[in-house]
Each structure stands twice: as structure tokens, then as C-alpha cells.
């Protein structure tokens, strides 16, 4: 079975910093990873996805995340926090093995970033 | 290009009440999910659509939850009666059929059982 886990549920950060917000996954083979960001009232949108290739991947907002396969993470970083930044993150796996879609979810971490 | 539409944004019902949701998924999309988000906790599968056909339904609950995607495209899902357990964001997601694996969510109905 595959599972994610961010073992931060949150993360305080100033603006204009660096941000880290982690995620570990499991799964039987090679993962396809996910992140999203949901808004208060506002359902999850996507950031970024890494499918195969290079193991650092940009996304939008100027987010990017490195795919660490001997660690089995998927770190989401940006260089320098906005407080616009603030949200709850999800990390996201899906099993290519599993022959289906399904992706499972983290719990969430809250990202909150301080003028 | 619109985004995945669902209605309504808000719902409160009693106990033992009925009540559904409604998803348009993406023009073009043919694969169309059912999620539960409780507070605190990432979105977790209800149930999957291929076209018409639920592909996996597994984590449903089918004594009391249904859903139906006439035609392919619109969906609605339903709970019939509700518990207080229930009370939780549903969201719904679509995907196109081939390249792109990312979904995309609407913005969810918040259900509130009193």
C-alpha cells in the first residue's frame, strides 16, 4: 500500500527566507509525487509533479521540490517565502504499479510566513 | 477554460436528512473523482469515474452513500440519511484521459450535520 507522510503540521517562516516543507512517501515501486496548495474555502490546486527525469522540479508560483529516491522524499522549497505563500500543502503519491489513479494524500502541513 | 464546478459551496442538514452534490468536471476530462476532506486531514477517496463507469468505489461507504455519472460527464453524489460523522468538505476532482497525471479539484461543498 502506498502512504505519504509530512511530519510537520506546521511551518513558521519569515518572508523573504528560504522555505522547506517535507514530505516521505512509500510505495512498491517507482512513485509518481505530487504537491498541492489549498486556500481557506478554496479547493487544492496543483503546483508540481514529478513523473521521472531530473529530480529537481519546478512548479508554479516559484516553487520547486527535489525527489530523493534513497531518502524516499519529495521536499517542496521555494528560495524566498511570500507571505501570500501562507496555506496548508499537501504531498501527494501515486503507485504507476498499482494500475489505477488513486493518489493518497498527506495530512497536510500549514505553511504560515511573517512580514 | 473553467475550472471543475460543484454546487452547493455550503450545506447544513439534520441527522437522518438527505442531501446531495453536484460536479462538473473539466470539458474534456474523462475521469472524475469523489474525495472526503475532514478537518485537519488530507482528501481521501470516495470513488472514481471512468466515462460513465466507477472504476473504484471501494472506500464508499454503500449503506448509506451513492453516486451516479450520467452520460459521462456530470456527477452527484448523495447521502442518504446523513450522520454527524459525515460532516466533512467533499470535493471533486477530474483528469484528462492521457499525458497529464495531475487532478484537478473544485472548490468543494462544506457539509455540516446537526
Known amino acids: 500500500a502506498q502512504s505519504v507522510a509530512q511530519p510537520e503540521d506546521q511551518v513558521n517562516v519569515a518572508e523573504g527566507n528560504p522555505l522547506t516543507v517535507k514530505c516521505t512517501y512509500s510505495?512498491?515501486?517507482?512513485?509518481?509525487l505530487f504537491w498541492y496548495v489549498q486556500y481557506p474555502n478554496r479547493g487544492l490546486q496543483f503546483l508540481l509533479k514529478y513523473i521521472t527525469g531530473d529530480n529537481l522540479v519546478k512548479g508554479s508560483y516559484g516553487f520547486e521540490a527535489e525527489f530523493n529516491k534513497s531518502q524516499t522524499s519529495f521536499h517542496l522549497k521555494k528560495p524566498s517565502a511570500l507571505v501570500s505563500d501562507s496555506a496548508l500543502y499537501f504531498c501527494?503519491?501515486?503507485?504507476?504499479?498499482?494500475?489505477?489513479?488513486?493518489?493518497?494524500f498527506g495530512k497536510g502541513t500549514m505553511l504560515l510566513v511573517s512580514p | 477554460e473553467a475550472g471543475v464546478v460543484q454546487s452547493p459551496r455550503y450545506k447544513i442538514i439534520e441527522k437522518k436528512q438527505p442531501v446531495a452534490f453536484w460536479c462538473n468536471p473539466i470539458s474534456g476530462h474523462n475521469t472524475l473523482y469523489w474525495y472526503r476532506q475532514n478537518l485537519g486531514q488530507g482528501p481521501e477517496l470516495l470513488i472514481r469515474y471512468e466515462n460513465e463507469e466507477a472504476v473504484d468505489d471501494s472506500q464508499l461507504p454503500k449503506d448509506r452513500f451513492s453516486a451516479e455519472r450520467l452520460k459521462g460527464v456530470d456527477s452527484t453524489l448523495k447521502i442518504q440519511p446523513a450522520e454527524l460523522g459525515d460532516s466533512a468538505v467533499y470535493l471533486c476532482?477530474?483528469?484528462?484521459?492521457?499525458?497529464?497525471?495531475?487532478?484537478?479539484f473544485g472548490p468543494g461543498t462544506r457539509l455540516t450535520v446537526t
Open positions: 476532482a477530474s483528469s484528462p484521459p492521457t499525458g497529464a497525471y495531475e487532478q484537478y
Open positions: 510505495v512498491s515501486g517507482n512513485p509518481y
Open positions: 501527494a503519491v501515486r503507485d504507476p504499479n498499482s494500475g489505477y489513479s488513486t493518489l493518497t
